[in-house]
């Protein structure tokens, strides 16, 4: 069993910055592919930003390419999503996932792939 605890969110003005972390226990998630995610209110979760376990590739939403970078620390079993810019729709609850996989590919990218999910943390961006 894996557990995830998502730290760093809050409000930040349109422009400003916030960088999540996703603190993994239970067992090591180095072998895990890990993503975020995130659900505005009325709105389904949605795909964000994606790590592969050897830590050599990411993956990213279009409306958030060029904005956000994913990171990871294996030693540290954390996974960290930087997000610059940011605009007032990137308002939601952001979630962290990890996905078992034979594929050292990024993932995960669609919610029914992820096997284990943290409770989420809020970010609020103001115009």
């Known amino acids: 069993q894996v557990q995830l605890v998502e730290s760093g969110g809050g409000l930040v003005q349109a422009g400003g910055s916030l960088r999540l972390s996703c603190a993994a226990s239970?067992?090591?998630?180095?072998?895990?592919?890990m993503g975020w995610f995130r659900q505005a209110p009325g709105k389904e979760r949605e795909y964000v930003a994606a790590?592969?376990?050897?830590?050599?590739?990411?993956s990213y939403a279009d409306s958030v390419q060029g904005r956000f970078t994913i990171s990871r620390d294996n030693a540290k079993n954390t996974v960290y999503l930087q997000m610059n810019s940011l605009k007032p729709e990137d308002t939601a609850i952001y979630y962290c996932?990890?996905?078992?996989?034979?594929?050292?590919?990024?993932?995960?990218?669609?919610?029914?792939?992820?096997?284990?999910w943290g409770q989420g943390t809020q970010v609020t961006v103001s115009s």
């Open positions: 996932a990890a996905e078992r996989s034979i594929f050292d590919i990024p993932g995960p990218t669609s919610a029914t792939s992820a096997n284990y």
């Open positions: 239970g067992r090591p998630v180095s072998n895990y592919a």
């Open positions: 790590i592969n376990w050897s830590v050599s590739n990411t």
